[in-house]
């Protein structure tokens, strides 16, 4: 299996791997409660040799990316639901992934904030040319997806659809 041409199962440092080549987005966003917003995103270039400045920095540059340059200093108890997630948006972005995972990256927000979070994934993907595979039960998600595939029993079980090259989604 190979990733941005790169053979995964020889890896000699798979962690290296994961933290430079793979951003993650999860369902539920996994901030840590008694570290700011900035301090979260930051979490992730730890040990990437960038300095304190320099990563404090970036994290505030994403922050403002995901529209939340006002909250760099809010702890995730003080963000609502859509805030955290685009918090962890935010954080898979950090090291400049080239495949962003996300595994039902709106599932635990409304209507409104799973809609913004979709467009801030698509802008990701149109301005960093980031590939993304997201996984979920929402239509809402397949509708904006680049590429639609089906799963049963870990099978494909229909063919796969592609959006028209027009309008790719987040898993274009």
Same mark, same amino acid.
């Given at each position: 299996?190979r990733?941005?041409?790169?053979? !995964?199962p020889?890896l ?6 994961r933290?430079?080549?793979? #951003?993650?987005v999860?369902?539920l966003?996994y901030l840590l409660?008694?570290l700011?917003?900035?301090d979260?995103?930051e ?6 040799? *960038?300095?304190h @400045?320099?990563r404090?920095?970036? @994290?505030r540059e994403?922050? #403002?990316e995901v529209g939340l340059?006002h909250?760099?200093g809010a ?6 639901? #859509?805030?955290?997630?685009r918090v962890a948006?935010?954080r ?8 962003l995972? @996300?595994?039902e990256?709106t599932g635990?927000?409304?209507t409104?904030?799973g @809609?913004r979070?979709?467009?801030?994934m698509e802008a !990701?993907r ?7 595979l997201?996984v979920?039960y929402d239509?809402? !998600?397949?509708?904006?997806?680049g590429?639609e595939?089906h799963?049963?029993?870990g *099978?494909l079980?229909?063919p ?5 090259a027009s ?6």
């Amino acid at each position: 299996m190979r990733v941005d041409d790169i053979s !995964v199962p020889g890896l000699r440092h798979p962690s290296r791997f994961r933290r430079d080549v793979i #951003g993650f987005v999860f369902q539920l966003h996994y901030l840590l409660p008694h570290l700011t917003a900035s301090d979260n995103v930051e979490l992730a270039m730890i040990g990437t040799g *960038r300095s304190h @400045a320099e990563r404090a920095d970036r @994290a505030r540059e994403l922050l #403002g990316e995901v529209g939340l340059g006002h909250r760099t200093g809010a702890r995730p108890s003080e963000l609502s639901g #859509g805030e955290r997630q685009r918090v962890a948006v935010a954080r898979s972005l950090a090291n400049e992934p080239r495949l962003l995972l @996300a595994d039902e990256p709106t599932g635990a927000l409304d209507t409104v904030a799973g @809609a913004r979070v979709l467009d801030l994934m698509e802008a !990701v993907r149109e301005r960093r040319g980031t590939t993304m595979l997201v996984v979920s039960y929402d239509p809402a !998600v397949a509708e904006r997806a680049g590429r639609e595939l089906h799963l049963t029993d870990g *099978r494909l079980t229909a063919p796969a659809r592609t959006a028209p090259a027009s309008r790719p989604g987040p898993g274009g």
